[in-house]
């Protein structure tokens, strides 16, 4: 804290993704909102961080939501709002959400644009589904051990 007000590193990761909508003032602030509304309506468990600050992302760093491990980050870009599930190629996407990253072996992403619906009940079942994986990971390693979600 400096003069009374929190240094960047004190201010609650909730805080920095709202300043960050806020920041955007446009359709993708609107988007990463209901995005991010969707991702803690869906498991109550959910843990808020910002994580990779760096200047190329002018020190903002990247919105991460995580249970038992990353399920996905919220990055903006300028005509695309991309929710990137970090263990997305080992899901279910019965719907097919899944539009961007799809050659890796391990992240697969949701590209939103301008104007785009939300298949709100695909979404939240695929935040589900990656929540239950990196439990079901957890647990299969040894002694069960849980990685604790670092704060910024």
Excluded at 42 to 67: I, Q
Aim: charged share 25%; aromatic share 6%; net charge neutral.
């Amino acid at each position: 804290m400096t003069n009374g007000v929190l240094d960047e590193g004190e201010i609650p990761p909730a805080q920095l993704i709202d300043a960050r909508i806020r920041e955007l003032g446009d359709w993708r602030g609107q988007m990463l909102a209901r995005l991010r509304t969707l991702i803690l309506e869906a498991d109550s468990e959910v843990v808020e961080e910002v994580k990779w600050k760096k200047p190329s992302n002018a020190m903002r760093g990247v919105p991460v939501w995580s249970h038992a491990g990353i399920i996905c980050t919220g990055e903006t870009y300028k005509n695309t709002v991309k929710l990137t599930f970090a263990k997305g190629a080992s899901l279910e996407d019965p719907s097919g959400l899944f539009n961007s990253s799809l050659k890796g072996n391990t992240r697969r992403a949701v590209d939103f644009h301008e104007g785009d619906m939300i298949d709100e009940e695909a979404l939240t079942a695929l935040i589900r589904a990656a929540a239950a994986f990196n439990i079901s990971a957890q647990a299969a390693r040894p002694g069960g051990s849980r990685k604790k979600p670092e704060s910024i």
